[in-house]
């Protein structure tokens, strides 16, 4: 009830006699359309933009990808990242695979042209094409690109969110449902001695370096 009637102040001022202030140039939001679902950590890098406010820009998304609708981003952002999804689009990138990298490469192995190459570096936040990766590094690459690499040279992985921003109805044993991992890893993980969350808490859904992981027990 209080959603809906902020809607219709926001949408009717005068008829409740408030002042909206101006929106500034940088806040006015943008729509622009994906013709595939496009994960929000990949989106945030061709935006040039972080994770987190992506998905404060499209809260309406709870899962950790954007469906095959539209993104909403700031003007200047929107720019960025139409022109470099554009690009992807235009080469049938629209479906990625994050995969860890077994043994160290370097992009131009991976692509034939250069600015492909370049574009994978761009998004993966590579110094260049050229720049060894590390073994066990993780990359974004296409899904057909990640087919075809050999067994030995890397391996897929999930996309799981590294990182939840606690809404209203969260509960630590729905979470632990939601991104397979155990209430007693997201408690260790994140320093927490009880079940109580709060509006707005962000909750680390994977293990400092320096921490173990403790097995997963059975959720049923």
Not at 133 to 152: C, E, F, M, S, Y
Request: with cysteine.
């Amino acid at each position: 009830a209080k959603l809906m009637a902020i809607t219709c102040l926001i949408k009717q001022p005068e008829r409740y006699q408030v002042r909206l202030p101006d929106p500034a140039d940088n806040t006015l939001l943008v729509r622009t359309r994906l013709p595939a679902p496009l994960p929000i950590p990949l989106a945030a890098r061709l935006a040039n933009a972080s994770e987190d406010s992506v998905r404060d820009y499209n809260a309406a998304y709870l899962d950790p990808e954007l469906p095959a609708r539209t993104i909403l981003l700031p003007a200047q952002e929107s720019l960025r990242f139409t022109r470099a999804y554009a690009e992807l689009v235009q080469r049938g990138w629209t479906l990625w695979q994050r995969v860890e990298l077994r043994q160290s490469a370097q992009l131009t192995r991976l692509v034939d042209d250069a600015a492909g190459s370049e574009l994978l570096a761009h998004i993966n936040r590579l110094h260049g094409a050229n720049q060894p990766t590390a073994k066990n590094q993780r990359l974004w690459l296409p899904a057909n690109l990640a087919a075809a690499l050999p067994a030995d040279m890397a391996v897929a992985v999930s996309s799981q969110p590294r990182s939840h921003r606690v809404v209203a109805g969260d509960n630590l044993w729905d979470l632990a449902r939601r991104f397979k991992v155990s209430v007693a890893n997201i408690k260790r993980w994140n320093g927490l001695r009880r079940d109580m969350l709060h509006l707005g808490q962000t909750l680390r859904l994977e293990p400092p370096d320096d921490l173990p992981t403790m097995p997963i027990k059975a959720l049923n």
